[in-house]
């Protein structure tokens, strides 16, 4: 058996708010395999955007650890979890959160911008990601010439472009009509089984995990139905 791309042992998080601490996660077990397709859910307040998180690398846990293919990424110092989080995380939210002024794939090459490479190089690979999302004829329109639904292949033609080993969605679909969900649901499914990438997606929506190939949920903190972990 090869080694689960993330491995996650005895994580633990809580806030401090004034003199009050707050418990988010309490000791959580999870392996997640390569090219998974995995449905975080929970209700609200269950820990499943601080997990996602985590293991994306915005935030640092309490105590446990947080493996990403065999690299402790909860040891790493800040600058260094930036420059993994930049190379290794395509991150999809709930809002789109594109530059207005600027056009789709200009929008798409902003990650690029970090790493030394060309214009024109930045310009290939915005236009491959764009047509992976099937919006190649739109590269040249602004945010607000698209639909929502087109704003957010937009946002995960940019989380593409670097070719992260992870891809982290937080309510991706939290914004659209059913329709358009399932339009954006069907193209995570094809970025999994087609091109390999590994997906994890926080949804509170039943509907929406269907399209994931595993479901793990989450209550208080705590795993409730995830699969042991050897």
Sequence with gaps: MSEPLVQIRQLTKHYTRGKQ?????????????????LALMGPSGSGKTTLLNLIGGLDTPTAGSVSVDG?????????ELARWRAEHVGFVFQFYNLLPVLSAQKN?????LLRKMGGAERARRAQVALSLVGLADRAGHKP???SGGQEQRVA????????????????????????TADEILGLL????????KTIIM???????AEYAARTVHLDKG?????????
Excluded: M, W, Y
Excluded at 21 to 37: N, Q, S
Excluded at 108 to 112: H, K
Excluded at 159 to 174: F, H, I, M, R
Excluded at 222 to 230: F, K, Q, S, Y
């Design 156 to 179: 995960i033609a940019r989380a593409l472009v670097t070719d992260p080993t992870l891809l982290v969605c937080d309510e991706p679909t939290g914004d659209l009509d059913r329709k």
């Design 222 to 230: 705590l795993l409730v139905d995830a699969a042991p972990v050897h």
């Design 21 to 37: 601490k707050v418990e988010v996660l309490h000791g959580i077990d999870l392996d997640i395999e390569r090219g998974a397709f």
């Design 71 to 79: 690299k402790r990424i909860d040891q790493l110092k800040a600058g």
């Design 108 to 112: 798409v090459e902003l990650p690029l």
């Design 189 to 196: 499914q094809v970025l999994n089984r087609e091109h390999g």
């Design 144 to 146: 607000s010439e698209l």
């Design 202 to 208: 926080v949804t509170h929506d039943p509907k929406a």
